[in-house]
């Protein structure tokens, strides 16, 4: 009897199951329409033209960020969003202050000009500068072997190339990363006065590559710089040749307190369900040194397309769908705190949420990180993207502003492009809007919209 | 009885797939030796470099051409492979000559000068340019209505846009190309006296892309050019508003009597079936406006590396590996026809060939055309790609270089790298080093080393 009630059970769920498919495969056409539309008429090339070139770098609590906010805040009007607003958020507000400067000598040897740029969130040295020996570590280990002894007064130079043979270039990111996020205080800990890491680039170039260190208050804070890749490459050959290198460097960045700014929202109203949201977003401040194309320009430009070519065609969402542009990812979250807060303030109901951090290259997958019924509802529908370069729904994180809806049970999910050449320009002088390809982007921008549009028809349960 | 037969037979056919699957599955190890020596110390980069600014362009029949043929036996001798040798071939011998000049008028009205080059392979205009009033057709059925009455005297122009709702962009190229190689003679069936091409590019700017025009014998041969995409919308809305528009240019070009050459190869010699020959190549002639660091240096080079790593790493291909660089490509097939001639005269067993001809970007897919048996064998293998970018065996051409192996019943293959940026830059002045990715280079190269090792290791029968 219970084998019988079981059966039933499956051929019904095996009969939703195809339902669900059925009816989802014949958005086919609908996400055809939005492909033809997008890559024929789509704003987000000429939109990210102007956010890069009339207002170009834009670090949180800037005055790039300020004009940032306004000018996404337009487009999301043009596009035909039908409620835009800005959600207030505190923000991390560092400032890099004066280029900085660095050299390395052997001996009395003659000085060597380094190419370098502070870390995000770094203090600044003394108004001197710092003066001290190096000594080279090419991973967390070797430091504590090292220990105080050989440490103490040193300036520690994170040795830590991207590995090239993962082919996931984002693996070798995270991996290598370690110097930069941690090695700051890892080295303090063992009495380090300062520390340069090897830039996070797949290539050997001449660009410095910044981002956030983290500090761990139980340590003293050190200044630290990141060195080009082709630099750091010449350090460690010095170092082998000459034992005694010592470095020089300056910096005068300094963190002022929290400032006041925003995430920019804009809305399509849901016609049936207009309080279940569906989040699709970027990240709108950038690194200081460039103009934030790839990191994240594309992912906002991108988003605010959903929404325009969602109005253009007329496709009006059963649940209500936000373009969200957050503000502080770089260095602080600021602005994915406080879409949580307001999300648990105003009890909102969090059902999906989209986020597009990786660049604005050729997509080629959808990370998603949601319960098993959501997780098979959306990877049936997968044959829906291979057309757009979409292969494959595969497990991971949606991306850093979107985490924090996890706790609400939000499922989430992240544009997974192909990041061969993402690392040779993040964070660097070289993210700029002529490194950015239209029809990649675009292809970007209809792979979000048809998700959104398929969540928003068929929600995720 | 028939049916048990049958079945049996069915059995055996499953384990043999089984046994050939399982056995191939076993490469996953090498295949991954071979990524990581690509990923870490290819030389495909730094010798697509020397080409690119060593060399330059090298259009077929020209001093860069025949410096490209040096430098390329001396990098296949390098890579380590046991025969180099030069293939003499009749190449096609076009030059364009002094820089071509155009203007736009309307009326009397000032004179707008042009982004144009001559298409390859055209006769040049009268020393004294050619002047007359234009006429637009957006594709061949128009400019039949149109006919002689109305086309007689006049320069046509084809405005032919890439459409940009096709994904794959190839395929809106070959569409739109029939301006390009056909437009020519079809204009002057009618009584044309001159072709303006709108040139085959997905962007919008100011760069004209050349590429050669094919004339038929059965009418005049008339002069073409290309001009800028951003030119050809300028003179579209110029025609609009203001029915009379004239053109003038010039240009200098003269084809030659075909030219002495060679097609470049660099072989590994089989270990157990030496007689069977495995062809992997892209083509070493390039346009001559730019280096052909995309079209198709990364071709030739990727084949170098994957003699290159075999060699590195000890791989001794059971079946012959020949690295061949084709010559004319461009503008004739003068190599391919070549190497088809001497595998006839030979005898040569030609059981595989595979080129490398659409850039060096991301992999994405490969392309086969080849028997039942074969492509099934083939498709099994597709799994041990997945790591390395190529999701996908797909029906499609091989190549221009390789198609004329099919009359010797050889299995073809072409890499299919993603091409959303690829007809930016072909075929124009943007061709060069800079707008190639090494890591994208390398793993394009990955992947059409680990196909040659599986071709060499298990056959394809």
């Given at each position: 009897m219970k084998m019988i009630i079981l059966m039933r059970l499956v051929c019904v769920l095996f009969c939703c199951f195809l339902l669900t498919d059925t009816s989802a495969q014949s958005e086919a056409g609908t996400i055809k329409a939005i492909a033809d539309e997008v890559m024929t008429n789509s704003k987000a090339y000429?939109?990210?033209?102007?956010?890069?070139?009339?207002?170009?770098?834009?670090?949180?609590?800037?005055?790039?960020?300020?004009?940032?906010?306004?000018?996404?805040?337009?487009?999301?009007?043009?596009?035909?969003?039908?409620?835009?607003?800005?959600?207030p958020c505190k923000v991390t507000h560092w400032q890099r202050g004066q280029k900085e400067t660095a050299y390395l000598q052997a001996g009395n040897r003659t000085k060597i000009a380094l190419q370098v740029c502070a870390l995000g969130n770094s203090v600044a040295t003394?108004?001197?500068?710092?003066?001290?020996?190096?000594?080279?570590?090419?991973?967390?280990?070797?430091l504590k072997l090292l220990g105080r002894k050989q440490i103490e007064g040193k300036i520690v130079f994170f040795n830590l190339p991207m590995n090239p043979t993962y082919i996931n270039t984002s693996k070798a990111y995270g991996e290598s990363g370690a110097g930069r996020r941690a090695g700051?205080?890892?080295?303090?800990?063992?009495?380090?006065?300062?520390?340069?890491?090897?830039?996070?680039?797949?290539?050997?170039?001449?660009?410095?590559?910044?981002?956030?260190?983290?500090?761990?208050?139980?340590?003293?804070?050190?200044?630290?710089?990141?060195?080009?890749?082709?630099?750091?490459?010449?350090?460690?050959?010095?170092?082998?040749?000459?034992?005694?290198?010592?470095?020089?460097?300056?910096?005068?960045?300094?963190?002022?307190?929290?400032?006041?700014?925003?995430?920019?929202?804009?809305?399509?109203?849901?016609?049936?369900?207009?309080?279940?949201?569906?989040?699709?977003?970027?990240?709108?401040?950038?690194?200081?040194?460039?103009?934030?194309?790839?990191?994240?320009?594309?992912?906002?430009?991108?988003?605010?397309?959903?929404?325009?070519?969602?109005?253009?065609?007329?496709?009006?969402?059963?649940?209500?769908?936000?373009?969200v542009m957050f503000m502080n990812e770089e260095n602080g979250l600021g602005g994915a705190k406080a879409y949580l807060q307001q999300a648990i303030q105003k009890n909102e109901r969090h059902i999906f949420a989209l986020e597009s951090d990786g660049g604005g290259f050729?997509?080629?997958?959808?990370?998603?990180?949601?319960?098993?019924?959501?997780?098979?509802?959306?990877?049936?529908?997968?044959?829906?993207?291979?057309?757009?370069?979409?292969?494959e729904f595969v497990a991971g994180g949606g991306g850093a502003d979107i985490q924090p809806l996890k706790q609400l049970g939000t499922a989430l999910s992240g544009l997974v492009p192909d990041n061969q050449r993402y690392f040779d320009i993040h964070h660097a002088a070289t993210d700029v809007f002529e490194n950015v390809s239209k029809r990649e982007l675009d292809l970007g921008a209809v792979d979000m919209a048809a998700f959104v549009w398929l969540v928003s028809e068929f929600g995720l349960n």
């Open positions: 000429g939109n990210l033209r102007k956010l890069c070139k009339e207002v170009g770098p834009r670090v949180s609590g800037s005055v790039g960020a300020a004009n940032a906010i306004e000018m996404t805040k337009a487009m999301l009007l043009n596009a035909g969003a039908d409620t835009v607003y800005l959600q003394s108004p001197s500068g710092v003066r001290a020996g190096v000594i080279e570590v090419k991973n967390m280990e070797e700051p205080s890892q080295a303090a800990k063992y009495g380090a006065v300062g520390v340069v890491v090897r830039s996070l680039s797949s290539n050997i170039d001449q660009f410095p590559h910044t981002g956030a260190t983290v500090y761990n208050d139980s340590f003293p804070k050190i200044p630290a710089i990141a060195i080009s890749t082709l630099h750091a490459e010449l350090l460690s050959a010095e170092l082998k040749k000459n034992g005694s290198i010592s470095i020089y460097f300056k910096t005068n960045c300094k963190l002022l307190p929290d400032a006041n700014s925003f995430n920019v929202i804009g809305e399509i109203r849901g016609t049936q369900f207009p309080e279940e949201i569906i989040t699709v977003g970027g990240h709108l401040d950038s690194w200081d040194l460039a103009e934030g194309a790839q990191d994240d320009g594309a992912g906002c430009m991108q988003s605010i397309e959903v929404v325009r070519v969602l109005q253009k065609l007329g496709l009006k969402p059963k649940r209500t769908v936000r373009a050729t997509p080629r997958a959808f990370s998603i990180d949601m319960g098993d019924v959501a997780m098979r509802k959306v990877k049936a529908w997968a044959p829906l993207f291979y057309e757009y370069g979409v292969y």
